[in-house]
């Protein structure tokens, strides 16, 4: 697929067993306007996670959006992932573009660290993820990031910028005004009931002129 902007709403697929399940929570997202999906699963055996990647990665070419591994590399290859975001202790930059090639999409996690925002884009990272800026269910005690995180990086930094960390509709608005170019969100997303609704709320907030009927307040003034 053609190399996408990168921003707007990007979920990130929760840990369950059921497929089906899973296909169809994420393709809601997807109708609620996700603009990346991420696949993210550590307690799968291995033969489960290349059922779920497989079938999300083909959903997600019906949407014409990418689908990004975490961290298991040899997974991406083998489903033809767009891309894979890796952590600390993951493939690095470099052996991820010789796997994958010149054409994919590689994140880094950069956790609260903008020296590693730095490296990462040096090394040919096609984005960088900060957070944790808010207590996340989904990764409890991750390091915690300041917000004046986002002005130093939007001004330090050329590639696309993720934020991610127990974000939800009441507090995305800020990071996006602070230069998120993206936000990623699990819980706030496929934790409630109304997984698409939820997904339109988000992509509201990316909008140049949100209307003045958005569920959630204009916060490019905070």
Do not use: W
């Not at 991420?38 to 290349?50: C, H, I, M, P, V």
């Not at 996690?109 to 269910?137: I, Q, W």
Request: aromatic letters at 8%; one cysteine or more.
């Amino acid at each position: 697929m053609t190399r996408p902007e990168l921003g707007g709403l990007y979920a990130i697929t929760p840990e369950m067993i059921d497929t089906s399940g899973l296909v169809t929570m994420t393709q809601q997202a997807l109708t609620g306007g996700a603009r990346l999906v991420q696949y993210r699963n550590k307690t799968a055996g291995t033969a489960l996670r290349l059922e779920q990647a497989y079938s999300l990665a083909h959903l997600c070419r019906k949407f014409g959006v990418p689908f990004i591994v975490n961290d298991y590399l040899d997974l991406a290859v083998e489903v033809g992932a767009d891309g894979v975001h890796v952590g600390r202790d993951d493939a690095s930059v470099a052996e991820a573009r010789r796997r994958l090639g010149k054409g994919k999409i590689i994140g880094v996690s950069c956790y609260n660290r903008l020296e590693l925002a730095v490296e990462a884009e040096r090394d040919g990272a096609d984005y960088v993820a900060f957070g944790a800026f808010f207590d996340s269910p989904t990764k409890p005690g991750a390091a915690a990031a300041p917000m004046d995180l986002l002005d130093h990086a939007r001004r330090k930094l050329h590639v696309a910028v993720v934020a991610i960390g127990g974000i939800t509709s009441d507090n995305a608005g800020e990071l996006i005004s602070r230069g998120a170019n993206a936000v990623a969100v699990s819980s706030a997303l496929f934790a409630t009931g109304y997984i698409r609704s939820a997904a339109e709320n988000f992509s509201r907030l990316f909008q140049p002129n949100p209307t003045a009927d958005c569920l959630f307040p204009d916060h490019s003034s905070v």
